[in-house]
C-alpha cells in the first residue's frame, strides 16, 4: 500500500495552478491592484467596529444550551420575585449591586479598632452617596424586605458585640435579633475557639443591593458607578486594604479592552516585517528579497482587513477572542510566502517570469491548498460549538483563512512575478536600475559589493542556495538519516509521547471569569481576595422538587425527606447549615400536634405557616389544593477553584439523579457559568475527532501517497498530544478559550507535516533516504523560518495583562515548537521508514515494512 499513489485530485490541480502561475506572471498588474481596491472598500466594515462589539459574559462564555439556563427558566416561572421580601439566596440572576472586601493590614484583627473603625467610616461614605441633583442616595434606591433595607447585618452584629462584652459571635451562624444569620460569606480568615465563637477576624466582605426595576434602573447605574469613583479615590488606608466590585465591573472591564489586542499585534507584525526581511536578505543586488518579504507581510494584512471588514459590514459580533485571530492569519500568510519563495528560488532564473511563476504554483500553491482548506474546514466545523465567542472567531478566521490564500496566490504571486521582471532585467533591488552580472575591473570594491548583482547557479540554472539551505542539504539531512539517529530520534519521540501522556492524565478544566479581565484591573484584585479569603464557604444552592407531589402521604413524605437529606452528606456542604421550608413546616406541625398526614389539615395549616414566615412564601409554588414546585437551599464549602466546582457539580447531579420518588434538580446563578464544564471536553474531543477525519480524507485525496496521508493524521494526534500534556504542565487549563486556542492548533499541526509529505510524495528521488534529504533541503529552512517568526511575534503577547493573549501565547509557542520538531525531525525519519517511492522498491519497501512491524 505504501507505494501506490491516490493522485486523482493532485495531478489535475497541479495542472491547474501551473496555468494560474502562467496567467498571474503573464498580467500581474491586475492580480495586485484588484486585492488593493477589494480590501479598501472591505475596510470600511472596521468604521462598525464598536456597533458590533458583544462580550456579555454569560451570552458569549457559556453554553447556548446549558441545563442551567433551562433550570432558572424553570425557577423564574415557579418561584417569582418578591419585591417586597429581598433574598440574596433566592436571585436567580446577579441582580444589581456593588460590593468590596476590607483586608486587615498586618494580618491584624479587622472586627478591633482602628481597622474597623476605618470600615465604618468607609460604609457611612457609601451610604452618603447621592445621584439624581442629590434627590437620590441609597435609601432610595435600596432593595427592602419587610419595608426596610436590606443592610450589612455583620456591621451592626460587631457594634452590638462591643457594646455587649458578655456575647460573643458565633461563626459561621450567629443568632441576631432571634434569627439564625449565615457569616461565612461576609467574614474571612476566621479563627474560631472550641465553642465556635470568633477570635479573630482578617476580612470583611460588604453587599449593597439596589432596585433594578422601572424608573429606579438609570439612578442604580449612576450610583454604582459613583461608588466606583468613590473606592477608586478610597483605596488608601493604613489599616485596611480594600478591593471593590459591581455587577457592571466585569462587562465593563471587558469591553474597555476588547480592541487591546490591536496594538499588541502591531508590535507582532513589525517583530514579523523586521524578521521575514531578514530571512529573505540576500547580498546579492538583484537576488534580494526585502521587498517580497514586505509585501508577504502586508498580504497577511489585507486579508484580516477584507475579512474582519465584510463579517463587520454584515454584523457578525465582534468578541474579545476574536482579537486572537489575526495572529493565527498571520502565522498562516508568513508560511505561505516562505513555502512560495522557497519553491520560486529553485526555478532557472533564464526562463521567461511566466514560466518560472507556472513552475513555482504547481510546487507551492497545491502544499498551500492542503493547508488552507484543512484549516477553513477545521473552523466551519468549529462553528457548530456550543459557545457563541468560539463560533464567532471560527467564522471570524476561516474567513480570513480564505482571504489570506486568495490574496497569497494573487496579490502576493503578483508581487512576486513583478519582482521577478526586475531580476530577469538585472535591476537594482533599491533603485530598480539596470547593473552589471559581473563584477568590472575598473571598479572600486564598494561599487562591486553595492551595485553589481544577478549571480545564479550555473549548473543549476537556479538560484545560488542559502547557507540555510546548503546547511540543511549537505548537513542536517545526511545526518539525519544515519541508522544511530534514526534510532535515537525513536527514543526521544518515545520520551516525548510518554511526558505528553503524562500531562494529559494531569489534565485541569475550569476558567476563572477575571482571567477575562486585565490583571492589575480592580475585576481581578476583587475576585482574587475573594477566593482567598471566603472560599470556605461556597454558593448557597437550591434543590428544587420541580414536580407536584403530594407531601401529605407519608411514605412519599418520608421518602422524599431522605432524598433531600442526602444532599446534606454531600463531602462538600455542610450539613448544619441550610435553609428548608419543608423541615421547618414539618417541625412546626409536630410542635402543633397536627396531622400532616391529611392533605387538607396540610394545605389549610401550611398557607397559615407561609403569612408567619414571608421569606418560605417564595419557596413553595402553592396554587390552589396542590404543590407544584418547591425548594430548600444548602450551604457548600470549601468550592476554592475550578477542580472542587466541577466535583460540586458532579455530585451534585448524581445524587438528585438517585432520588427516584419526585423529579430533583439544583441551581444557583453561578451555575450559568459552571456549565462549560460538562461542554468543554467533549466539545473539544469531537472537534479533534471530527477534524482529523476530514483532514485525512483531504490529505487522501490530494496528497499522492496513502502512506503519507496516514502520517499526517498520524502527526496531528501526535502534536496534539504534546500540546496538551505540555500546557497542563506550563499551568494551562482546558475552558472555553484555551479550547479556541486549541482548535487552532489543529490547523498548524497539518502545516508543516502536509508540507512535508506533500514533498516527500512527489520528489523524483529513488529511494526514502534521498527523498528526505532533498525535501528537508528544500523545506527546512522555510519551515524554521515560518516557525520562527511566528514564535518571535507571538512572543510579545507573554507580556500582555490579559489572561486570554498569554494563554493564546502559550499554545501557539508549543504548537509551533512540536509542530516544527515534527516537520523537521520526527517525520521525515518515519516516512524514511514506512515509504518507498518506486515500482522496482516495491518489494524491498514490503519487506522493511514487514521487519518494522515485527519490531
Request: glycine share 6%; charged share 20%.
Amino acid at each position: 500500500m505504501g507505494c501506490r499513489r491516490t493522485d486523482c485530485l493532485a495531478k489535475p490541480l497541479s495542472g491547474l495552478f501551473e496555468k494560474l502561475g502562467s496567467l498571474v506572471g503573464s498580467y500581474p498588474f491586475y492580480f495586485f491592484v484588484i486585492p488593493l481596491i477589494v480590501s479598501a472598500a472591505l475596510g470600511g466594515g472596521f468604521t462598525f467596529l464598536k456597533d458590533r462589539e458583544d462580550n456579555d459574559l454569560e451570552r458569549q462564555f457559556t453554553p447556548r444550551k446549558g441545563p442551567s439556563k433551562a433550570t432558572r427558566a424553570f425557577v423564574k416561572e415557579n418561584f417569582p420575585y418578591n419585591d417586597s421580601m429581598f433574598s440574596e439566596d433566592r436571585l436567580y440572576d446577579k441582580g444589581s449591586f456593588a460590593s468590596l472586601i476590607a483586608v486587615s493590614t498586618n494580618s491584624s484583627n479587622i472586627l478591633a479598632n482602628p481597622a474597623f473603625e476605618d470600615i465604618i467610616r468607609l460604609n457611612n461614605e457609601i451610604l452618603n452617596i447621592t445621584v439624581g441633583n442629590r434627590r437620590l442616595g441609597f435609601k432610595e434606591l435600596c432593595v427592602k424586605a419587610n419595608g426596610e433595607c436590606v443592610s450589612n447585618v455583620i456591621l451592626e452584629i460587631i457594634r452590638a458585640n462591643e457594646t455587649n462584652q458578655r456575647t460573643s459571635i458565633t461563626f459561621p451562624v450567629h443568632t441576631y435579633r432571634s434569627s439564625s444569620v449565615f457569616l461565612g460569606s461576609v467574614l474571612g480568615g476566621v479563627i474560631t475557639d472550641a465553642n465556635n465563637s470568633v477570635v479573630t477576624a482578617q476580612a470583611i466582605k460588604l453587599f449593597y443591593y439596589l432596585e433594578n426595576k422601572g424608573t429606579t434602573a438609570e439612578a442604580s447605574k449612576l450610583w454604582l458607578r459613583a461608588f466606583k469613583e468613590l473606592l477608586s479615590a478610597e483605596m488608601d488606608s493604613k489599616h485596611i486594604d480594600v478591593s471593590y466590585y459591581t455587577s457592571k465591573s466585569k462587562q465593563e472591564e471587558i469591553d474597555s479592552h476588547t480592541t487591546d489586542g490591536f496594538p499588541l499585534f502591531l508590535i507582532t507584525y513589525a517583530c514579523a516585517i523586521t524578521f521575514s526581511v531578514i530571512s529573505c536578505l540576500r547580498l546579492d543586488n538583484v537576488r534580494n528579497k526585502l521587498w517580497v518579504a514586505v509585501f508577504g507581510v502586508l498580504s497577511s494584512g489585507l486579508a484580516i482587513l477584507s475579512s474582519f471588514g465584510l463579517l463587520l459590514y454584515i454584523g457578525v459580533p465582534f468578541v474579545i477572542t476574536v482579537a486572537n485571530s489575526p495572529f493565527l492569519i498571520l502565522g498562516i500568510g508568513l508560511n505561505n510566502m516562505f513555502i512560495l519563495v522557497s519553491d520560486w528560488q529553485h526555478t532557472n532564473v533564464t526562463d521567461p517570469v511566466p514560466k518560472r511563476m507556472a513552475h513555482s504554483y504547481k510546487e507551492a500553491i497545491m502544499s498551500i491548498t492542503i493547508t488552507a482548506l484543512t484549516d477553513v474546514l477545521k473552523f466551519f466545523i468549529g462553528f457548530t460549538s456550543d459557545f457563541p465567542s468560539v463560533q464567532s472567531f471560527c467564522l471570524y478566521t476561516s474567513t480570513s483563512i480564505i482571504f489570506c490564500y486568495i490574496y497569497t496566490i494573487t496579490f502576493f504571486g503578483a508581487f512576486l512575478a513583478l519582482n521577478g521582471r526586475r531580476e530577469a532585467s538585472n535591476r537594482h533591488w533599491l533603485t530598480c536600475m539596470k547593473i552589471p552580472s559581473d563584477n568590472p575591473d575598473h571598479r572600486s570594491e564598494i561599487y562591486n559589493i553595492c551595485c553589481v548583482g544577478g549571480d545564479y547557479d550555473k549548473h543549476t540554472g537556479a538560484e545560488k542556495k542559502q547557507p540555510a539551505n546548503n546547511f540543511f542539504k549537505d548537513y542536517y539531512g545526511p545526518f539525519l538519516i544515519k541508522p544511530w539517529v534514526k534510532r535515537g530520534v525513536i527514543f526521544l519521540y518515545v520520551v516525548y509521547l510518554a511526558t505528553s501522556i503524562y500531562g494529559c492524565s494531569q489534565v485541569q478544566q475550569g476558567i476563572e471569569l477575571y482571567d477575562l479581565a486585565a490583571d492589575n484591573s480592580h475585576v481581578t484584585r476583587f475576585n482574587r481576595k475573594d477566593r482567598q479569603y471566603f472560599s470556605d464557604y461556597g454558593p448557597a444552592v437550591m434543590v428544587i422538587v420541580s414536580e407536584k407531589f403530594p407531601y401529605w402521604v407519608r411514605i412519599r413524605r418520608y421518602q422524599l425527606e431522605a432524598c433531600l437529606d442526602s444532599f446534606k452528606w454531600l463531602p462538600f456542604v455542610d450539613k448544619d447549615v441550610y435553609t428548608s421550608w419543608f423541615h421547618s413546616y414539618l417541625s412546626y406541625g409536630r410542635e402543633r400536634h397536627l396531622n400532616l398526614d391529611k392533605k387538607d389539615v396540610f394545605l389549610k395549616n401550611l398557607s397559615e405557616f407561609l403569612d408567619l414566615f414571608p421569606f418560605f412564601k417564595q419557596d413553595v409554588n402553592f396554587t390552589g389544593d396542590a404543590i407544584y414546585a418547591s425548594r430548600i437551599f444548602i450551604q457548600t464549602v470549601d468550592i476554592a477553584n475550578a477542580s472542587m466546582e466541577i466535583q460540586m457539580l458532579k455530585g451534585l447531579k448524581t445524587t438528585a439523579g438517585r432520588c427516584h420518588v419526585a423529579s430533583l434538580s439544583f441551581y444557583n446563578r453561578q451555575f450559568i457559568f459552571y456549565d462549560q464544564y460538562g461542554v468543554v471536553v467533549s466539545s473539544t474531543i469531537k472537534n479533534v475527532i471530527v477534524i482529523t477525519a476530514v483532514m485525512f480524507v483531504v490529505s487522501l485525496l490530494l496528497i499522492p501517497d496513502p502512506v503519507c496521508s496516514l502520517w499526517v493524521t498520524f502527526s496531528i494526534g501526535s502534536v496534539m498530544a504534546g500540546v496538551t500534556g505540555f500546557m497542563t504542565l506550563w499551568d494551562v487549563s482546558l475552558d472555553s478559550i484555551s479550547m479556541i486556542v486549541f482548535t487552532v492548533c489543529i490547523g498548524f499541526t497539518v502545516d508543516f507535516s502536509a508540507h512535508v509529505s506533500y514533498a516527500l510524495a512527489s520528489s523524483k528521488k529513488p529511494n526514502p533516504d534521498d527523498k528526505a534529504v532533498d525535501v528537508l533541503s528544500h523545506l527546512g529552512y522555510p519551515i524554521l523560518q515560518g516557525a520562527l517568526s511566528i514564535i518571535l511575534g507571538v512572543s510579545v503577547l507573554a507580556t500582555s495583562d490579559f489572561h486570554t493573549f498569554r494563554t493564546f501565547f502559550k499554545i501557539f509557542f508549543l504548537v509551533m515548537l512540536i509542530g516544527m520538531v515534527h516537520g523537521i525531525i520526527f517525520i521525515p525519519v518515519f516516512l524514511t521508514l514506512f515509504t518507498c517511492s518506486s515500482e522496482t522498491d516495491v518489494k524491498e519497501c514490503r519487506n522493511k515494512t514487514v521487519k518494522i512491524s515485527k519490531l
